[in-house]
């Protein structure tokens, strides 16, 4: 399982680590899809847009929502987590995206 850090704020002070599966949950639900206003600015209100999508994503599911918690606890609410922190979270999903998968760079090899 890979994992990657995140600065939590300007001064770097603070981080957060993500895991590769945390990355995977936020594709799978398309967490990050319309999330953003039109004015491309990461904010406080942007954070709780998304805390609420996942809380109503969790009640919704019936049966086990672990991934979803996992990122959660270890992500969305971890306490470090504001609005500087969401944008990097972005950056770091948007750079995971554009990455080829371990699969891919194997067949590449062959």
């Known amino acids: 399982m890979r994992m990657f850090t995140i600065q939590a704020n300007q001064s770097g002070s ?14 799978k639900y398309g967490l990050f899809r319309h999330l ?7 904010d406080e209100s942007v954070l709780e847009k998304l805390r609420l ?3 109503d994503l969790i009640d919704a599911q019936e049966g086990s929502s672990k991934e979803l918690l996992d990122l ?13 922190g ?3 979270l972005i950056i770091l999903y948007l750079q ?12 590449s090899e062959e």
């Open 96 to 107: 995971w995206l554009n990455q080829p998968s371990e699969a891919d760079e194997s067949e």
């Open 14 to 27: 603070r981080s957060i680590q993500v895991s590769e599966e945390n990355l995977a949950t936020i594709e």
């Open 72 to 84: 959660c606890i270890d992500v969305v609410y971890h306490k470090n987590m504001k609005a500087f």
């Open 86 to 88: 969401l944008n990097q």
């Open 36 to 42: 953003i206003d039109s004015n491309g600015i990461v």
């Open 53 to 55: 999508n996942l809380r």
